[in-house]
């Protein structure tokens, strides 16, 4: 049975760093894109950061360029993302998602609909 799980989420000021993780289970990465979304109350959710296998190409939303990170573990099945100066409007429940690569991972990073499973969320809360 497939299964993401978030961790890593919490309250933290602003300029502060935190590192989300997501446990796959059920399948590999190997073959896999991986995704992490975000939804702030009142608003629709939207890609933060995408990751594709087996070539690793990443995209980032120009809203957190030079400032997330994310990452794939093969070997542990995780895929992290290493969020730092964070800002308040970063404020959101952040999901990991899977999906059959179908398109460039940065256009699947914009299509929700390209995206099968997702994890229950981890809330991101940046504030003073």
């Known amino acids: 049975q497939l299964q993401l799980v978030e961790s890593g989420g919490g309250l933290v000021q602003p300029g502060g760093s935190l590192r989300l993780s997501c446990a796959a289970s059920?399948?590999?990465?190997?073959?896999?894109?991986i995704g992490w979304f975000r939804q702030a109350p009142g608003k629709e959710r939207e890609g933060v950061s995408c990751?594709?296998?087996?070539?690793?190409?990443?995209h980032y939303s120009d809203s957190v360029k030079g400032r997330f990170t994310i990452s794939k573990d093969n070997a542990k099945n995780t895929v992290s993302l290493q969020m730092n100066s964070l800002k308040p409007e970063d404020t959101a429940v952040y999901y990991c998602?899977?999906?059959?690569?179908?398109?460039?991972?940065?256009?699947?990073?914009?299509?929700?609909?390209?995206?099968?499973?997702w994890g229950q969320g981890t809330q991101v809360t940046v504030s003073s």
């Open positions: 059920g399948f590999t990465l190997d073959y896999h894109a």
């Open positions: 998602a899977v999906g059959e690569r179908i398109s460039t991972i940065q256009a699947m990073c914009a299509l929700l609909w390209a995206w099968t499973d």
């Open positions: 990751i594709d296998s087996p070539d690793g190409n990443t």
